[in-house]
């Protein structure tokens, strides 16, 4: 899940193919639909990005009521609008209206609190939760930004790898090699340094042992001389989300696949590179598919993260999207740490039904 920030952004505006009171706002590669005239090219506005849940006020003020997604009809979700995909909101509160968005926009300024918007959390099923521990030594997960958000994460040209995202729940595991002892989490409680204490009935818990994750950390940890390893796993099939991949995850049958593995080497933590995770876990662990390899190309990545899901073999749902990573792991100046970005595709946004449990 990407962090939330509500900035001010310079618009680039676009007719609507299909509606002559609408045109579209674009922010990155993400466009907003807006009522036509509201903005021109160039302008400054607000952007609240998805699963931005906003407060009663400003869902009034922008004609909103009623509108918007969730039980309380107050969260962002992506929709189509007389055929155009619309992700996100485009506006200019009036709590604003003494602020320089031009300004804003340069200044990379992030208005969430002063708005009194907040991210929205996913519901944790029982099956996910379970008592906790902490875990001061439980190597910990990273946001991952949409590319349509920040396109400038990579550069043309660079050398990129394409693994499928799938729609599960990640599974956080941290093998302590000189403790010989295991830490398991999800991305929620993980974030707090919290693992989750053994239990038979819980998912994650249930996966790491189906599928000898924590074995294979060890291996790992003993050919790197790595006082640490975190594998990183998405836990699916029926029973953890709407997608399930053909698996069963009532019957014990759940699928895991494994799709990051970073490591402490004398007091330093690194990422290791795709090219190390498929020799360290190949044969070892199911992984994640690779899509595709080779250079930078906005528009090839797009085009990929739609289609069918190749996890089953059978092309049981849509494809999620991708996560695109550097051949060789780097820093990103745009992110502020790690070079990593997802593409989601449209037809899985809009899907009827979805779920979207931690």
Not at 313 to 342: C, D, F, M, N, Q
Request: hydrophobic share 40%.
């Amino acid at each position: 899940m990407s962090t939330l920030r509500v900035t001010a952004e310079v618009l680039t505006v676009h007719e609507h193919p299909n509606a002559d009171a609408l045109e579209l706002a674009q922010v990155g590669l993400y466009r907003a639909v807006v009522a036509k005239g509201a903005y021109r090219t160039g302008e400054a506005a607000v952007y609240i990005p998805e699963q931005s849940v906003l407060p009663a006020g400003l869902i009034e003020e922008l004609g909103l009521t009623g509108r918007l997604s969730g039980g309380n009809f107050d969260r962002v979700k992506a929709v189509r609008l007389r055929g155009e995909l619309s992700q996100g909101i485009v506006c200019r509160p009036a709590e604003l209206a003494d602020v320089d968005l031009v300004r804003a926009a340069a200044e990379g300024t992030d208005f969430s609190e002063r708005l009194g918007i907040t991210k929205w959390v996913p519901p944790v099923p029982t099956a996910m939760d379970g008592d906790v521990e902490s875990a001061p030594d439980l190597l910990p997960w990273v946001d991952i930004e949409n590319i349509q958000r920040y396109p400038d994460i990579f550069t043309p040209g660079e050398p990129v790898v394409l693994t499928e995202k799938l729609h599960g729940s990640a599974c956080l595991l941290t093998y302590v090699a000189d403790e010989e002892r295991v830490f398991v989490a999800s991305k929620g409680f993980g974030a707090k340094s919290l693992a989750l204490k053994e239990d038979a009935r819980n998912l994650y818990w249930r996966a790491v042992r189906g599928h000898g994750v924590a074995e294979v950390a060890a291996r790992v940890a003993g050919r790197l001389g790595a006082r640490r390893v975190g594998v990183f796993g998405e836990v699916y099939g029926a029973g953890v989300q709407d997608l399930t991949y053909g698996a069963d995850g009532r019957r014990d049958t759940l699928g895991y696949a494994a799709f990051d593995v970073s490591v402490e080497v004398g007091g330093v933590v690194r990422w290791l590179d795709a090219r190390e995770v498929v020799e360290l876990l190949g044969g070892e662990l199911p992984l994640v598919p690779r899509v595709c390899e080779g250079p930078y190309d906005i528009a090839r990545v797009l085009e990929a993260a739609d289609g069918r899901e190749t996890v089953s073999g059978r092309g049981l749902h849509l494809r999620e999207g991708v996560v695109i990573r550097p051949a060789v792991e780097r820093y990103s100046p745009v992110t502020g740490g790690r070079a990593v970005a997802k593409a989601v595709s449209p037809a899985y946004l809009t899907r009827k039904g979805g779920t979207e449990f931690e």
